[in-house]
């Protein structure tokens, strides 16, 4: 049974630091292309970041480049997520995915979903 369990998110300031990690179980990351996703209230889910099994070729929405890296740590089965320079419309549940597609084109390419932390950007 696949899980992908969040954990790193809170309350910051803007134009703080958070990092948030995803652990995996069930698969092995280093076969999946593993992205983040996250959603804001009254919104829908929006794509933020991916790194691409064989090569690890990272791709970011274009609201976070620059700012955000990911990052997978293929011996630990996790894949992080910092995120720099916090805006409050950063803020959101973000959600770790996988996905056997080697490139994301939609949030609905990725098959296995965790259940999402919170990350919360005052201004």
């Known amino acids: 049974q696949v899980q992908l369990v969040e954990s790193g998110g809170g309350l910051v300031q803007a134009g703080g630091s958070l990092r948030l990690s995803c652990a995996a179980s069930?698969?092995?990351?280093?076969?999946?292309?593993m992205g983040w996703c996250r959603q804001a209230p009254g919104k829908e889910r929006e794509f933020v970041a991916d790194?691409?099994?064989?090569?690890?070729?990272?791709y970011y929405a274009n609201s976070v480049k620059g700012r955000f890296t990911i990052s997978r740590d293929d011996a630990e089965n996790t894949v992080n997520l910092q995120m720099n320079s916090l805006k409050p419309e950063d803020t959101a549940v973000y959600y770790c995915?996988?996905?056997?597609?080697?490139?994301?084109?939609?949030?609905?390419?990725?098959?296995?979903w965790g259940q999402g932390t919170q990350v919360t950007v005052s201004s």
């Open positions: 995915a996988a996905s056997i597609q080697k490139y994301i084109r939609t949030t609905s390419d990725f098959g296995s």
């Open positions: 069930g698969l092995t990351i280093s076969r999946y292309t």
């Open positions: 790194i691409t099994w064989s090569g690890g070729s990272t």
